[in-house]
C-alpha cells in the first residue's frame, strides 16, 4: 500500500482531512492483485505445460523399452522344415523386468493369422501398419489398461512367406509413476520461481511507488491556503500529474484571489459613499431650510447614483472575472457585439451613440458577454469623459487583425491615466459619473481574449480607443 488512502502517523495535515472512500482501492493494491492474477495464470499453465511433459517424457522412456523387446523378438524368428519358429530371448523380457510392478504381456501371430505362441486374444491396434514399422498404441487387457506396440516383419521363404507380427504389452503403472514424479519435481520448481517472482515484484512495485508517497507528504505538509507549486522530483508519469495539479491549483489560487480583492474592494469602496449618504441623510432630517434642504436632497441623489454605479461595475468586474475561466469561446461577429452594447448603452444614457459597420462579418474567438461589458464600459467613458458625437466602429485591420472602437471628439486621455490602464479606482474618489472600474474591466476582458487595448487620435480629430483581437477564420 502507498498510504495514498490514508493519512501516515507523524504526518501533520495542515488543517485538511483525508477524503476516504470505502470502495476506493489504492494503486499498489491495484497492480499487486494484477500480477498475482497474471502470475497464478502463468503458473497455472506452466503446471499443465509440466504434466503433459512429464507424461510425455515416461511414454517416450517405456515406449523405447517397449520396441526394443519387440525387436529382439523379431530378430529372433525364424523358418524351420516349413514352420514358423519363435525363440523367445530372455534378454527381451529383461528390459521391460525394469518396471518391476508392471506386467509383460506378448503375441506373435504368423502369416496365416494363427498365435505361434503367447496370449491369443492380446488385441491389436485399431490401426493396422504396412511394411516393418512398430505401431505404438493403447488398450484394455484384462481389465487392466496397456501399452503395447505392434512390430511387423515380413518373411520371404519358399515354403512360408508374409507378414509376422509382434504384440508386446506393458501395463502402465511404473509408467504413469514416473510422469507423476517428473511433473511433481517440475510443479515444486515453478511454485517456488512464482513465490520468488511475487516478492521481487511486490518488492518493485514497492520501490517504483515511492514517488507516490513523496508527493502525498509534501501536500499533506503543506498549510491549507499553500497554493504555490508542488516540486517533487518525480518519474515522468507522476510529474504530468504533478503538472496538471500545479496548473489547477494555479487557477484556483488565481480565483481565489480574485475573490478576496472584490470582497477587499467592496469592503474598502463601499464603505466610504454609504457613510456619507448616512451622515447627509442625517443632516436632511435635521434641516429646516427648504433651500439648504433642496441641495442636500440633490446630494443624497448624487450619492445614490454614484454608490449604483459602483455596484454595478463591482459586479460587472467579478462576473468577468469569473467567465475568464469557465466561459467557453466561441466565434462571434464583432458587428453583433457592437449592435448589443449600443442597444444597452441607449437604454440608459440620454447621449445618442453612432454605431459604423463594415458589409462583410468580422469574425472572432471569444465570450459575448465579456465583449459586450467592455464595448458599454468604453461607451460609457465616453459619454461622461468625452465630448459628443460618439461613434461605435467595428473595422478589419489587414487580413489577420479586427478592431472594435469607441471614437469621441474629446482630449483623450492624460498620459498619466493612460500609463494606469488596468489598475482598479484610479479616480478620484467614487461619483456619479465614474466609480474607477471601466478601464480595468476593459483590461481583463483583453488579457482573457488575448486581444489589445488601442489608443490613437482619430481621424477629423478626436480621441479613439478600442480593442484589436485576432481574426478567427470566416
Do not use: C
Not at 501399452?147 to 519358399?158: D, G, I, P, Y
Not at 440633490?298 to 475568464?324: C, P, T
Not at 471601466?438 to 480621441?463: D, K, Q, T
Request: net charge positive; aromatic share 4%; no cysteine.
Amino acid at each position: 500500500m502507498t498510504g495514498l488512502d490514508r493519512i501516515r502517523p507523524g504526518i501533520a495535515p495542515g488543517h485538511a482531512r483525508p477524503i476516504s472512500s470505502a470502495k476506493s482501492q489504492s494503486i499498489a493494491f491495484r497492480l499487486g492483485l494484477a500480477m498475482v492474477l497474471i502470475l497464478i495464470a502463468v503458473v497455472t499453465a506452466t503446471i499443465l505445460a509440466a504434466n503433459q511433459f512429464g507424461q510425455a517424457a515416461s511414454d517416450e522412456t517405456f515406449d523405447r523399452l517397449l520396441r526394443g523387446a519387440a525387436l529382439q523378438i523379431a530378430e529372433r524368428i525364424s523358418v524351420a522344415d516349413g514352420q514358423t519358429q519363435v525363440d523367445l530371448p530372455v534378454s527381451a523380457f529383461e528390459l521391460l523386468s525394469l518396471a518391476r510392478n508392471d506386467r509383460v504381456f506378448y503375441r506373435v501371430i504368423g502369416p496365416d493369422g494363427r498365435t505361434l505362441t503367447g496370449y491369443d486374444d492380446l488385441p491389436r491396434p485399431a490401426r493396422q501398419s504396412r511394411g516393418a514399422g512398430a505401431v505404438i498404441y493403447d488398450a484394455r487387457y484384462k481389465g487392466t489398461p496397456v501399452r503395447a506396440v505392434m512390430l511387423t516383419r515380413q518373411l520371404a521363404e519358399r515354403s512360408i512367406s508374409g507378414p509376422v507380427m509382434i504384440l508386446v504389452a506393458q501395463t502402465t503403472g511404473e509408467r504413469g509413476a514416473l510422469a507423476t514424479s517428473i511433473a511433481t519435481r517440475a510443479v515444486l520448481i515453478i511454485a517456488a520461481a512464482g513465490v520468488l517472482l511475487l516478492f521481487l515484484a511486490l518488492v518493485a512495485l514497492r520501490i517504483a511507488l515511492r514517488p507516490l508517497a513523496r508527493v502525498e507528504r509534501a501536500m499533506l505538509m503543506r498549510e491549507a491556503n499553500d497554493l504555490s507549486p508542488i516540486n517533487v522530483p518525480a518519474p515522468q508519469e507522476i510529474a504530468i500529474l504533478l503538472q496538471a495539479i500545479n496548473r489547477f491549483m494555479g487557477r484556483l489560487d488565481k480565483r481565489i484571489e480574485a475573490m478576496q480583492n472584490f470582497v477587499a474592494d467592496a469592503a474598502h469602496q463601499i464603505r466610504t459613499p454609504i457613510t456619507a449618504l448616512r451622515a447627509q441623510a442625517q443632516l436632511a432630517l435635521e434641516e429646516k431650510d427648504p433651500a439648504r434642504l433642496a441641495r442636500l436632497h440633490k446630494r443624497l441623489y448624487a450619492r445614490s447614483v454614484g454608490l449604483g454605479r459602483l455596484a454595478d461595475q463591482l459586479l460587472s468586474h467579478a462576473l468577468i472575472a469569473h467567465r475568464a475561466d469557465t466561459a467557453a469561446m466561441e466565434k462571434i461577429d464583432l458587428r453583433r457585439v457592437a449592435l448589443e452594447a449600443e442597444r444597452e448603452t441607449r437604454a440608459v444614457a440620454d447621449e445618442a451613440v453612432s454605431v459604423e459597420l463594415p458589409d462583410e462579418e468580422v469574425w472572432v474567438e471569444g465570450d459575448p458577454v465579456s465583449l459586450r461589458e467592455a464595448v458599454k464600459n468604453l461607451v460609457n467613458n465616453a459619454i461622461r469623459h468625452g465630448r459628443p458625437p460618439v461613434t461605435l466602429r467595428v473595422a478589419r485591420q489587414g487580413d489577420d487583425q479586427a478592431q472594435i472602437l469607441v471614437i469621441d471628439k474629446g482630449d483623450g486621455m492624460p498620459a498619466e491615466a493612460a500609463a494606469r490602464i488596468g489598475e482598479r479606482f484610479t479616480s478620484d474618489g467614487i461619483s456619479p459619473e465614474s466609480a474607477g472600474l471601466g478601464l480595468s474591466i476593459v483590461a481583463s476582458v483583453a488579457a482573457m481574449h488575448g486581444a489589445s487595448i488601442v489608443r490613437h487620435e482619430a481621424e477629423g480629430g478626436g480621441f479613439a480607443i478600442g480593442l484589436q483581437f485576432p481574426m478567427g477564420p470566416s
